[in-house]
């Protein structure tokens, strides 16, 4: 009963990365690849899809995470507002940055986008990112996932007494490794080849269903006599 609840809640994750998160993420992208300079009278709503800058002052910068590094800076403007931006590497401008520096913000939906001082430029962690593929691959992560603890469960259900084959050795092992591998692997490649993320679905399905019927390789049975086994021993 718990896989089937495990199920249940996974087909929800599914179908909100499909119908949800991709699309946000997708509508977002594209704005953003569309959004051109403000013009000097742009009204608020206006301003919302168009890109504007500002002249800002950083106040400090720091540098948090053990593992996985995370760099901020903290920015002001000559009035009350401060705030603080993020970056997913030093490079090229963060490293650059000191307190009291004057740089130039670029802005897009209210959000800073871009930092610029004297030509070199670096985008924040608000920045929408072309990782299309990724959100496509983690729902598919989710709708095989969900898939296989369905079947799994309902056997158990079924017949109590016996679950074989939908045990976890050899079967669900080596299909819950192969679903993580199909979906990271095709969304890691897709997204490295920029291949639409529409591929992505099919191309796990297809590579989960070809590992999954490909036989498990068997142990050749050994051909020396037991006693030339005994002395390789």
């Not at 899809?49 to 053990?66: A, D, P, R």
């Not at 079947?151 to 080596?174: C, K, M, N, Q």
């Amino acid at each position: 009963m718990v896989l089937i609840l495990m199920s249940s809640a996974l087909a929800v994750l599914c179908y909100l990365a499909f119908t949800a998160w991709l699309p946000s993420n997708g509508e977002q992208l594209h704005g953003y690849r569309a959004a051109g300079p403000c013009p000097a009278q742009a009204t608020a709503q206006v301003r919302e899809n168009c890109l504007s800058t500002w002249q800002i002052t950083v106040v400090k910068t720091e540098e948090t995470g053990t593992r996985f590094h995370l760099y901020e800076a903290t920015l002001k403007d000559e009035g009350s507002w401060q705030g603080v931006v993020s970056f997913t590497d030093q490079r090229p401008l963060f490293e650059r940055l000191e307190p009291g520096d004057q740089v130039t913000a670029t802005l897009w939906r209210r959000h800073i986008v871009v930092l610029d001082k004297d030509g070199v430029e670096q985008n924040t962690s608000d920045v929408p990112r072309d990782e299309l593929q990724m959100n496509a691959a983690l729902g598919m992560l989710a709708a095989l996932l969900a898939a296989q603890m369905l079947v799994f469960g309902a056997v158990r259900l079924v017949r109590p007494g016996s679950h074989e084959p939908f045990t976890w050795d050899p079967y669900g092992a080596r299909i819950l490794l192969t679903i993580f591998g199909a979906c990271f692997g095709v969304g890691l490649l897709a997204l490295w080849v920029g291949i639409p993320w529409w591929f992505v679905p099919p191309a796990v399905l297809v590579a989960c269903v070809a590992v999954t019927l490909y036989p498990p390789m068997r142990r050749r049975p050994s051909t020396l006599w037991p006693e030339e086994r005994r002395k390789a021993a």
